[in-house]
């Protein structure tokens, strides 16, 4: 069962990744990042998934995957609202603090769930206003924005996973096998988020190649 | 074993929730913006009307004061030329007939009356009910031939359609604007003004003289305020000109 989600999962963000790729060049800040991030979690899944199949202990590579997504998420939010820096910085260090308090909590070899669960309320909080404001603000109808498919992913991936994430060290403890099955709930999530990052691209794209002279 | 079981279908009860209420969310911001797009349209849409209304009401006012201005003349101006027309015709009649001076200022006044009835009635917005584009066109024509040393000839091609009066103001405005420019610009000996019905009806105005660069002079107020005031009444105004070619005006309903 862990191969096929893994085999899923990994279709699923190589559809994101070369969706992302085809955004014709110059792809502008944005676009440039989100290439780079998706890249950056096409190899950290990779990684994860053959050290998984190896038996060996992947933990350290999430927590600071984890990390490093917030960070750049962040980031590309910021490229669309210059005006929030202070507010996306303040969730960035409140978000990378309980990181590295998760880590020193549980350790190298645990997951940085105090860490994870905040990264996802923070992160459905800030995507959640970004679609209100683009709402508002938007002169086109928002389902013709490609930002707004891959803030629309991003929202329901991190509020998704919260519950789970809030369960899941006491659910680590208890029942092993059903945490895996509880899992496949972050991977149908993650799934429907690549998805929606590659519809994203997609349509930048064609809004792309519609206004090129 | 019960506990773990328990916390797990509670986390996919709240995960469940969690993606409904945020579809739902989804689909009400969809829907806000939707509303909120047509909203911004009908605001556009009213702030035109009100602008057209405004631009209306303008023209209307200037088409007033023209009418008045232009009665003013017929009437007072007018008439007191007249009363000095007869007064010098009658010093004319009683033994001044010999008098160069009288005759050439009886002469003159006969010019300055002439002069005033056409301002007047060219200023009579009401004069289009009577009189058509082609009408004023060739007056105007006739008109310029007659104080200037330029042949102005006039083609009519077709039999030209009836204009709004507006429209015919506007059209007849910008003529004249362009034949003064021809006059006093161009130095050019020949003008060809060509009224057309088919395909389309369209204005042609072509003078023969030096012409200009229309790079150099696209910014200026008086090409600019042709364009503006045929856009006006949704008629385009084409200039064909280069250095010694001449210049040819070409006036026709937008598309």
Known sequence: MRTTEAVLLLSALTLALICAWCVPRPRGAFYTRLLALTAVEWAVELTGAVTAHLGVRNVLLYDLYIAVEFTMLMGLV???????????????????????????QNGWSGFAW??????????????????V?????????????????????????????????????????????????????????????????????HMERQRVLRTSP | M???????????????????????????????????????????ELKQQHDRAVMEAEREAVRHTLREIGRELHDNAGQLLAVAQLGINTAIGDGGAGNTTLTAARDALEEGVEEVRRLGHDLNTDMWQQRSLADAI??????????????????????????????????????????????????????DITLESEPRFSLTIADNGRGFDPATVTAHAGLLNIHKRCALIGWAAHCSTAQGNGCAWHLQPAD
Not at chain 1, 82 to 103: F, N, Q
Not at chain 1, 114 to 131: D, K, N, Q, Y
Not at chain 1, 156 to 161: D, H
Request: hydrophobic residues 55%; proline residues 3%; positive net charge.
């Open chain 1, 114 to 131: 105090e860490g994870i669960f905040t990264i996802g309320v923070l992160c459905s909080a800030v995507f959640l206003w970004l679609l």
């Open chain 2, 138 to 191: 060739s007056a105007e024509a006739e008109r310029v031939e007659r104080v200037s040393r330029v042949r102005v000839h006039l083609h009519v091609v077709g039999t030209p359609p009836a204009l709004e009066p507006d429209t015919s103001t506007v059209l007849f405005r910008v003529f004249q604007v362009i034949l003064a420019n021809a006059l006093k610009h161009s130095g050019a000996d020949r003008i």
């Open chain 1, 133 to 201: 404001d683009l709402a508002r603000t938007s002169t086109e109808p928002l389902w013709r924005l490609p930002v707004f498919w891959l803030f629309t992913g991003l929202l329901l991936y991190f509020s998704g996973i919260v519950p789970f994430i809030g369960a899941a060290k006491i659910l680590h403890t208890l029942d092993r096998q059903q945490y895996r099955t509880m899992h496949l709930i972050v991977t149908a999530l993650a799934m429907v988020r690549f998805v929606c990052t590659a519809l994203s691209c």
């Open chain 2, 2 to 44: 019960m506990d773990a079981e328990r916390i797990s279908l509670t986390v996919a009860a709240s995960t469940l929730l969690i993606v409904l209420i945020l579809g739902v969310v989804v689909a009400l911001l969809i829907m806000n913006n939707t509303r909120l797009i047509r909203h911004r349209a009908e605001l556009a």
């Open chain 1, 78 to 104: 910021r490229l669309l609202r210059p005006g929030w820096t202070v507010v996306l910085r303040i969730a960035l260090a409140i978000g990378l603090l309980t990181v590295a308090y998760g880590t020193w």
